[in-house]
């Protein structure tokens, strides 16, 4: 799948001053979404940041230097830090500690990324995806965002005024944005929200001052070390149970953002380095911020919509963007200015960030054609939505089998997976068909031909 894609190879050659720049653009380019996770969730925004530039960095030197993604908090696994945190906050833990239970579920989840990786590199990607396809994966990512938008509006009711202005800012800067406005309607967003919360005076600046410049931006309280001083090993299984399932939806979504940065490359990245490299690459930098009480990583469609506005290819540039990401981390006085932001900002972007999660789904059904007129197919993608929602919001947030609670989304994914593939298709029904009804193989391949 080679293109004739046309780019810079090598920003050096465009001077240290403009080298910089390029790296500064990335690091916007990301940083809207990548602080709003920690925001949203509860986590530490400067862990965040340290371990998104890490992980890219990680990301980087596992694939050969050659992919020029940069890999920062994901959306996918929302659900499931909402989910465990709720269920730890019921059982009496404090909603800190029970992130960090739900950050032991996400390093647990790394396991399938080294599993997927290894069966790509032994058996091919063609047959190890087959037992993955939209119409289980497509649902799923549906379920995701559905799933997320009760909170979203939580938020947005402590001030509507607020979210409005933030969702009105990212709509036009992103339809009628140009250049790096268009790469940055979150940040946008959130800045011009935050802005006019300042004016209107609901937020309280006085803690500001307290905060120091500079400092560690990891906190031993806030890491898996804190888990397992007194672990309570029934929460430990429910929230690897919980959030595991999750990881085939990001899986999928490593695949998809692979594809569309070799596309605008116009270089074959998951035959070299090779699709279980990358996939290792998010595997292994998900796992080392999971540990530490960071978001869990993923590569991210935003740089690479600037890779394709500056046609400046070279994984160097990202690199460099990754190095900022982890300077700024060390600066306690910006993660508090972070942290303050009115939670109505928060979820007037968050609306619009969960509606996208689903409009993803929805495009990769559509994409892929997934043929809604077989009953099979609309059974699997109605199980999967029904119980991933029915369960988030009828059983406040999972069903209980014995001491284990487990969250609709991990149900909905075990379900889809089984039915698709026990369920038969169009195509093999008939191919039993023409089999009973062939008197010879050559008989059976004709009138397999013929259809």
């Keep these: ?194 802005i006019l919360a300042v004016v209107m005076g609901e937020v309280d600046f006085s803690s500001l001052s307290e905060v120091a410049w500079v400092g560690l931006p990891v906190h031993t309280d806030r890491t898996v070390v804190a888990v397992m001083q007194d672990p309570n090993y029934q929460m430990i299984i429910t929230a690897i149970i919980g959030i595991f399932p999750i990881a085939f939806a990001t899986i999928m979504e490593h695949i998809g953002d692979i594809c569309a940065i070799q596309s605008t490359v116009g270089k074959n990245f998951i035959k070299n380095p090779g699709l279980h490299r990358t996939l290792s690459g998010d595997g292994l930098a998900t796992l080392l911020a999971s540990l530490f009480g960071a978001p869990a990583n993923t590569t991210y469609g935003e740089n690479t919509g600037v890779l394709n506005i500056t046609k400046v290819f070279d994984p160097a540039v990202i690199r460099l963007a990754a190095c900022f990401a982890i300077l700024l981390s060390f600066c306690p006085k910006f993660a508090c200015l972070i942290g303050l932001m009115p939670a109505a900002t928060i979820g007037g972007v968050s609306l619009i960030l969960y509606g996208m999660i689903s409009a993803v789904g929805v495009r990769n059904l559509v994409e892929s054609s997934v043929d809604f007129s077989s009953s099979r197919n609309v059974f699997v993608a109605a199980l999967i939505l029904v119980i991933s929602i029915g369960v988030q919001y009828g059983t406040r947030g999972g069903v209980e089998i014995g001491p284990i609670t487990i969250s609709g989304l991990a149900l909905a994914a075990v379900v889809g997976i089984f039915l698709n593939a026990v369920l038969p298709s169009k195509l093999g029904m008939k191919i039993k068909s023409y089999q009973g009804k062939a008197k010879s193989d050559e008989k059976f391949h004709e009138m397999l031909n013929e259809e």
């Design 1 to 194: 799948m080679e293109s004739q894609t046309q780019g810079i190879t090598d920003a050096t050659k465009l001077g240290k001053p403009k080298f910089l720049i390029l790296g500064i653009q990335h690091l916007f380019a990301m940083f809207g979404a990548t602080v709003l996770v920690p925001l949203i969730t509860g986590l530490d925004v400067s862990t965040t940041l340290l371990f998104a530039g890490i992980g890219t960095l990680l990301f980087h030197l596992v694939s050969k230097m050659q992919v020029p993604a940069f890999l920062g908090s994901s959306f996918a696994f929302l659900g499931g830090y909402a989910s465990v945190k709720q269920m730890g906050v019921e059982q009496g833990l404090t909603e800190e500690m029970a992130l960090n239970y739900a950050c032991i579920g996400v390093a647990a989840a790394t396991a399938l990324y080294f599993v997927m990786a290894f069966l790509l590199k032994m058996f091919g990607t063609e047959k190890v995806m087959k037992f993955f396809p939209p119409v289980v994966t497509g649902p799923m990512v549906i379920a995701i965002g559905l799933t997320l938008s009760g909170s979203a509006i939580t938020n947005c009711s402590q001030n509507w005024l607020l979210a409005v202005v933030a969702i009105v800012i990212v709509i036009c800067t992103s339809i009628w944005g140009r250049g790096i406005v268009k790469i940055v309607p979150i940040l946008l967003g959130v800045l011009g929200s935050y």
